[in-house]
């Protein structure tokens, strides 16, 4: 089995309890779905730098929850509609 394979079924066996773990903190499960995947790719794009100082499944969870924090500070960030007074 090569190292892509092994990353890819290391993070599908946690991608259901990643999808809980993300669903608890942002709520949408569409913003579920972009965060587990954005997840995905950040631990594709950084496998390298992974120094097994804790476990897989703790620096993944790392990852998640950075993005998912990320996601709720932007979502602060954005402005609401303004609503009109009704006419009486």
Not at 15 to 27: I, Q, V
Not at 45 to 58: A, E, I, V
Request: net charge positive; proline share 3%; with cysteine.
């Amino acid at each position: 089995m090569n190292e892509t394979a092994l990353e890819l079924q290391l993070f599908e066996n946690l991608k259901p309890e990643l999808t809980s773990f993300c669903y608890r903190m942002l709520g949408s499960i569409d913003d579920v779905d972009d965060a587990v995947q954005e997840t995905f790719i950040r631990v594709w794009q950084s496998w390298h730098s992974f120094r097994q100082d804790s476990s897989f499944k703790t620096w993944v969870y790392r990852i998640a929850s950075n993005l998912c924090l990320d996601k709720l500070r932007q979502a602060k960030r954005r402005t609401r509609p303004l609503t009109y007074p009704t006419q009486r």
